[in-house]
C-alpha cells in the first residue's frame, strides 16, 4: 500500500487527524533539510509537505517567496530535493512525503525521468500547484505507474462541476485552500471552509485536507474538526525565516509550533 | 516537443488555438486552482461577445473615435534611401491614443471588464505602455486601477509612472525576484487570486492562461488587417515581409496573424538581443531558450538547466521578459515566422536614424524592429516591400537614451 492510504487508514483507525507540515526544501541550507524534517517528524507530523523552490513562486505569498530565494541561493534544485528525500528514507520509512511545487522544474527534467526517479527516492506523492486535472494526464499516466499519488487542489471558487473533475483526477489527498489568496494569507473562516468540505465529500471518498490561513493550535484545531488532514506552511516557514542562521533555534521553534497543533488536534 | 513542420495547413492553424487553449503543444492553462472559474467565465464571456455584433461595434468605434484608428501605414522615404533596398513601410501604432498599440488590447479588455460587472481593473507592466493603456480606458471607463511594476522600471520608466498616476491609477512596485516585468506578472496574478471576485486582470501581451493569448491577438489583430488593406490601396499588393519587435508578443502577433495564410509574405519577429545571443545577457527565447511553463502556458522560455527562470537583459523595458506568447512558439516550430534578435547598440543606432532621417522618435522596443527591418531591407530588391510594425513612440524612452549618451536632463 502507497504510505499516503496507510497514513490515513491508520489515523482513521486511530480516530486522529493528519498534520501535514510544509517546508521549502533547501532552505535555510540543502544540508539542513532532512534534519527538519525528522524534527518535524518527531514532533508530530504525519505526512510531510517538501517544497521545490521555484524562481517564479506565483501562488506563495511573501513568507515561501522569500525560502524559495533562500533555497536557491544554495542553488538547490529538484533532483536535490529528490536526494533529500532519499536521504530521510535511509532512516524512516513510513513517514509519507509529497512534493510540492511548481511545474517547470518538473518539466525540464522530464515527466518520464522525474517519476522514476521519484519513486526510487522513495517518494510518495506529488502536487504541482499550477497544473490544474486538465493538463495532467500525462504526468498522471508515469505517476500511476509508479504508485506515486496525484495530490489536486479545490478552492472556493471552484464550481461544483470542476470540483467533481477533480475528485476523479485527484489521488492521495485533496488539498482544501481555505481563502481566496496566496499561501500565508490572513484568517480563514471555519464555518465556510465547513460548507465547502461537505460539498466536495458528496462527491468523493479521499481524505481531505485543508491548508492556507493555519498558523497556531487553535486554528488546527478548529480546522481538524471539520477535515481530514491540516496543512501547515508559512507560519513554519517563517521559524525558519526569523532564525536563518541558528539551525537550533529553528528546530526548537518548529518542534514547540508543530506540537502546540498536534496537541490542540488530539485534544 | 518539437512539430512536424511539413505540409502545415496554415487555413487549420489560424484557427488555433483549440478549445482548451493550445496550439500544438503550446498555451494551455496552468494556473493554481482558484482562478480556473474565472478563467472559464472569461472564456464563456469572451466566445459569447466576441460573436456580438453590438459589441464588435462598440469596440470598432471606440478604436475609431478614441484611438484614432486606422494608423496611417507610411511610407519611408528617407529610411527606404538609407537602407538601400527594399521599400520600407511604418505601420504606425506610435500615432495611436497613448502612444503605442496596446491601447488595441485594453479597450477591448476593459469591455470585457464592463460586461463582467468587475468594478476594479488590474495590469502588469514593464516599460508602462500597456500600464499606461490601461489607466486611461479605466480612468474613461470610472473603473478602479492598480498596476503592478517592477522596481527597476519604475526607475527608467518614471515619466510612464508619473502618467499612470495623472490617471488616477496606483502603481506598486514590485521588489520580488528580478524586480522587472515577469515579477511584475507574478504579483498581479497574486492580487488576482486574492480579488478575483470584484477584480478583471487586463493582461497587456499575448501570454498568459487560455483565453488571454487568443483575445489579446484579437484585439491586436486590427494591426495586420489594416495593414493588409492599405497595402492593397497604396502598392496594389501585399508586402513581401512584415516585420515586428516581439516582447510578450502581442504588437507582434497582431501584425502576423491575418497573414498567416498569404505564404508569398514572409515574417519576422525581432526579439531583444541585449548585449549578444552568444551571452546570458539579452531576451530572446525564441531564438535562445527551450520550451517550458511559466505564468499560467507552455512556451520558449529562458531557463536554466533546473527549470528556474533566468533574468533577462534588454535595453527596453518592454522586452524584458523571459517568456513570449505561445503562438509565437508554434508559429516558430512550423517555420512560418522566423525569429530573430537585434542589440541593443543596433536598437539605440536605430532609434537615433529614424529620429533624425524621418521626424519619428520610436520606442526602444519598436527600435529593435527598425533595426532588422533595414537589414532585412538592405537585402532586398527595390520594388520589394517590408512593413515594419513602428509599435510605439519613443518619448518615455528619452530619458534612457538621453543618460546613455552621458547627458542627464
Ligand atoms: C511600444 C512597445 N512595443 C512593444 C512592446 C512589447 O510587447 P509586445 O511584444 O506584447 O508587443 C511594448 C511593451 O511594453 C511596448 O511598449
Request: hydrophobic share 40%; net charge negative.
Amino acid at each position: 500500500m502507497n504510505r499516503v492510504d496507510q497514513c490515513f487508514a491508520d489515523l482513521k483507525a486511530a480516530g486522529k487527524k493528519a498534520l501535514i507540515p510544509y517546508i521549502t526544501g533547501g532552505d535555510p541550507k540543502p544540508n539542513l533539510t532532512v534534519e527538519l524534517m525528522h524534527t518535524l517528524v518527531e514532533s508530530g507530523a504525519d505526512i510531510i509537505e517538501l517544497g521545490v523552490p521555484f524562481s517564479d513562486p506565483m501562488a506563495d505569498g511573501p513568507t515561501i517567496q522569500l525560502a524559495c530565494e533562500r533555497a536557491l541561493a544554495h542553488n538547490t534544485s529538484l533532483k536535490d530535493i529528490l536526494g533529500m528525500v532519499k536521504e530521510f528514507r535511509e532512516t524512516n520509512t513510513k513517514t509519507p512525503v509529497v512534493l510540492m511545487g511548481y511545474l517547470n522544474p518538473v518539466e525540464v527534467m522530464g515527466y518520464e525521468t522525474f517519476a522514476n526517479l521519484a519513486k526510487a527516492s522513495g517518494l510518495d506523492g506529488v502536487l504541482v500547484v499550477d497544473m490544474p486535472p486538465e493538463e495532467s494526464q500525462e504526468l498522471a499516466g508515469y505517476l500511476k505507474e509508479n504508485d506515486l499519488k496525484m495530490i489536486f487542489l479545490m478552492a472556493p471558487t471552484t464550481p461544483d462541476a470542476r470540483a467533481k473533475t477533480i475528485c476523479e483526477h485527484g489521488s492521495g489527498y485533496l488539498y482544501y485552500v481555505s481563502v481566496k489568496g496566496v499561501t500565508g494569507s490572513a484568517a480563514l473562516d471555519v464555518a465556510d471552509v465547513k460548507a465547502n468540505l461537505d460539498r466536495i465529500r458528496e462527491k468523493t471518498d479521499l481524505p481531505l485536507g485543508v491548508g492556507f490561513g493555519i498558523k497556531d493550535g487553535q486554528t488546527a484545531a478548529a480546522v481538524a474538526k471539520v477535515s481530514d488532514a491540516v496543512i501547515v506552511g508559512s507560519a513554519l516557514v517563517r521559524c525558519i525565516e526569523e532564525n536563518e542562521n541558528a539551525p537550533e533555534v529553528i528546530k526548537q521553534k518548529l518542534s514547540s509550533l508543530m506540537k502546540e497543533m498536534r496537541e490542540a488536534m488530539d485534544a | 516537443m518539437s512539430i512536424d513542420n511539413t505540409n502545415v495547413d496554415l487555413k487549420a492553424v489560424t484557427e488555433l488555438p483549440t478549445e482548451t487553449g493550445h496550439f500544438g503543444p503550446y498555451g494551455g492553462r496552468f494556473v493554481s486552482e482558484t482562478l480556473m472559474a474565472a478563467l472559464d467565465d472569461l472564456t464563456e464571456l469572451y466566445e459569447r461577445l466576441s460573436k456580438d455584433p453590438a459589441f464588435q461595434a462598440e469596440y470598432d468605434k471606440d478604436l475609431a473615435h478614441y484611438v484614432g484608428r486606422p494608423s496611417p501605414l507610411y511610407f519611408a522615404e528617407r529610411l527606404t534611401e538609407k537602407a538601400g533596398g527594399a521599400k520600407i513601410y511604418l505601420k504606425r501604432e506610435d500615432l495611436n491614443h497613448t502612444g503605442a498599440h496596446k491601447v488595441n488590447n485594453t479597450i477591448g479588455q476593459a469591455l470585457l471588464a464592463k460586461y463582467t460587472g468587475k468594478p476594479k481593473v488590474i495590469a502588469e507592466t514593464g516599460a508602462g505602455q500597456h500600464g499606461v493603456a490601461t489607466a486611461t480606458v479605466a480612468a474613461r471607463l470610472g473603473l478602479q486601477c492598480t498596476v503592478f511594476m517592477g522596481k527597476t522600471d519604475v526607475e527608467r520608466q518614471k515619466l510612464n509612472v508619473y502618467r499612470m498616476r495623472l490617471l488616477g491609477a496606483e502603481v506598486v512596485p514590485v521588489t520580488s525576484g528580478t524586480a522587472t516585468l515577469k515579477d511584475a506578472m507574478n504579483e498581479a496574478m497574486r492580487h488576482w487570486v486574492t480579488n478575483v471576485d470584484d477584480t478583471f486582470y487586463i493582461i497587456g501581451t499575448a501570454a498568459g492562461p487560455h483565453p488571454y493569448p487568443k483575445l489579446v491577438r484579437d484585439f491586436q489583430s486590427i494591426i495586420g488587417r489594416e495593414t493588409k488593406r492599405q497595402s492593397m490601396e497604396l502598392e496594389g499588393r501585399l508586402p513581401d515581409a512584415v516585420v515586428a519587435c516581439v516582447g510578450g508578443g502581442s504588437n507582434a502577433i497582431g501584425m502576423f496573424y491575418p497573414f498567416i495564410e498569404d505564404e508569398a509574405v514572409a515574417m519576422y519577429g525581432v526579439e531583444a538581443g541585449g548585449h549578444g545571443l552568444d551571452g546570458d545577457d539579452h531576451a530572446a527565447p525564441l531564438c535562445k531558450g527551450k520550451p517550458g511553463v511559466l505564468h499560467g502556458n507552455r512556451t520558449y522560455l529562458m531557463e536554466d538547466e533546473n527549470g528556474q527562470i533566468m533574468g533577462t537583459h534588454s535595453v527596453s523595458a518592454g522586452l524584458d521578459y523571459p517568456g513570449v506568447g505561445p503562438e509565437h512558439a508554434y508559429l516558430k516550430d512550423i517555420g512560418r515566422v522566423n525569429y530573430v534578435a537585434a542589440t541593443d547598440d543596433e536598437a539605440l543606432e536605430a532609434f537615433h536614424t529614424l529620429t533624425e532621417i524621418e521626424g519619428i522618435m520610436p520606442a526602444l522596443e519598436s527600435s529593435h524592429a527598425v533595426a532588422y527591418g533595414m537589414k532585412l531591407a538592405a537585402g532586398m530588391d527595390k520594388d520589394q516591400i517590408v512593413v515594419i510594425n513602428l509599435s510605439g513612440r519613443g518619448d518615455k524612452d528619452i530619458h534612457t537614451v538621453a543618460s546613455l549618451d552621458g547627458i542627464e536632463i
